[in-house]
């Protein structure tokens, strides 16, 4: 028996959109001027490709991170909060602008460039009097100068926050970027394994099969966002000892989904959801959980309404100060959007991408893929390739997925039948439509798009996001969306596309 879609239905899954919709997307629901005075400090930590593994608001590895947990009870855990990119370097230029990444040309891409035109939130706090900067990986992957910028839009790069601190000017607030390269692969494969971490106690996602291979892989995983936490702790102790944790806002997040098969580099909810937590001594009863839907593009327009900076009106995002400190209104936002182009260049043709853009409600998760005939993990080798080689190698095929043990199971077991399904998950083709149900699926297993029963959602969610789409401009949606796979590829040394995959 068909159930019946009601209005409430439509309108819990995110139909109703007002502050969205009001705003074409461009909301400041904070004064910046009510914060002049104040200027806290702004110590901003990520992570890179830390994310949850499903739509929960909890790991699935039992992780120790208790600078995380340190976090969450003296500040406020967002568990709805999501990427607007799951690929490095578009997740940091959406993060640094508060833009769409389809708004910001080669920035939609991984391993393009950020045209200066684009401002960036530490220029704008630089110039109203921050001691700006950067320690470790900041945007990035690309190149700097086909953008005309001189130096990494996150900041000018120090060695440490230690040294940062040094040289800052006295009396002077400050905004630090502390970009982690952890747990980013390539992996010490069973660095976990000898540093303790126990597999056993993983929950290991449905769209990955329980072996001790990928077992393995998850603990290395896990070891290098543990030393993520760790780092982050110190840099909390040398703040302390500043005198000044409770006058600087802290952020701890990942950049885009954890580096397995049907993560990072895709739409579902292990791409796009990520830790949350924000730390501040103006916060208001701390330790709260904020269900609310929040998205990385909301950090930028936070940090300069916490400075007293003007938003820019092409900051698609919302200042999440509301939501701390307990005055202003909270956006009644209902969802959020996502995107990706190109991430790595591994498909038939040189330049193309695997085009696709996604809207988050509580209940669904819409992905439009816009060109479904496209490989969406990339082509398979047309060379005979090794377990070892696909471990090791991110182009031995499929190379939208991150080398690794993960990977070089479930492509050299492919012909298993029982391995199989795992394989065309993360490899096969996709419709040109996707509907998940995030409270029944939390890991986006069961695509209900074609189903009769969700017709009437399919129809809404679609006309949202291409109202969206349009309202930002996207080439994609104006059929001009050829634009991003012509751009230039312009990757680190020794990491560029092979003549043949």
Request: aromatic share 10%.
């Amino acid at each position: 028996m068909r159930t019946p879609i009601t209005r409430r239905a439509l309108l819990s899954a995110g139909v109703s959109l007002s502050v969205w919709r009001a705003t074409g997307g461009r909301a400041a629901t904070t004064d910046p001027a009510r914060y002049r005075s104040r200027r806290p400090n702004i110590l901003f930590l990520l992570a890179d490709d830390w994310s949850w593994t499903g739509a929960r608001d909890h790991d699935d590895l039992a992780l120790q991170i208790p600078t995380y947990r340190r976090l969450c009870e003296e500040g406020v855990r967002f568990s709805n909060a999501f990427v607007a990119c799951p690929s490095c370097s578009a997740s940091r230029a959406s993060i640094l602008t508060g833009q769409w990444p389809w708004e910001l040309a080669e920035g939609a891409n991984l391993a393009g460039t950020l045209d200066a035109h684009y401002q960036v939130y530490p220029d704008l706090l630089e110039h109203s009097g921050y001691f700006v900067g950067m320690t470790r990986k900041g945007w990035g992957p690309g190149q700097l100068a086909p953008g005309h910028r001189t130096q990494n839009p996150a900041g000018q790069h120090y060695d440490d926050f230690r040294t940062f601190l040094a040289e800052r000017p006295e009396g002077a607030p400050f905004c630090f970027w502390f970009g982690s390269h952890d747990p980013h692969r390539p992996y010490e494969i069973d660095r976990g394994a000898h540093a303790g971490i126990e597999s056993s106690r993983f929950t290991v996602p449905p769209y990955l099969p329980d072996v001790p291979e990928v077992r393995g892989d998850m603990a290395d995983y896990a070891f290098g966002v543990e030393r993520f936490n760790r780092d982050c702790g110190a840099l909390l102790a040398q703040l302390e000892a500043t005198g000044e944790l409770d006058n600087t806002l802290i952020v701890m997040t990942g950049d885009n989904g954890w580096p397995f098969p049907r993560a990072k580099a895709s739409l579902y909810d292990s791409g796009l959801h990520v830790p949350f937590v924000v730390r501040w001594g103006g916060i208001d009863r701390p330790g709260r959980v904020v269900d609310a839907i929040v998205s990385t593009t909301d950090l930028a327009p936070t940090f300069l309404t916490l400075a007293g900076v003007a938003i820019p009106r092409d900051m698609v995002g919302a200042s999440l100060l509301p939501w701390l400190d307990g005055e202003g209104t909270c956006p009644d936002r209902s969802y959020t959007l996502a995107g990706m182009e190109r991430h790595m260049d591994v498909r038939q043709v040189i330049g193309w991408g695997y085009p696709m853009r996604a809207i988050r409600t509580r209940d669904y998760l819409y992905i439009r893929n816009f060109e479904p005939s496209r490989a969406p993990a990339g082509v398979a080798s047309q060379h005979p390739q090794t377990t070892d080689s696909l471990t090791r190698n991110v182009y031995a095929g499929y190379g939208d997925i991150d080398q690794g043990r993960s990977k070089a199971y479930i492509v050299s077991h492919r012909d298993d039948p029982a391995v199989r399904p795992y394989f065309d998950r993360a490899t096969g083709l996709r419709p040109e439509r996707e509907l998940y149900r995030i409270a029944q699926d939390p890991y986006d297993m069961t695509n209900v798009a074609a189903l009769p029963a969700y017709a009437a959602i399919v129809r809404q969610l679609d006309d949202e996001l291409n109202r969206a789409l349009r309202r930002t401009g996207d080439p994609r949606i104006e059929g001009q969306g050829g634009v991003f796979d012509h751009y230039p590829t312009y990757n680190d040394p020794g990491f560029k596309r092979p003549d043949v995959i």
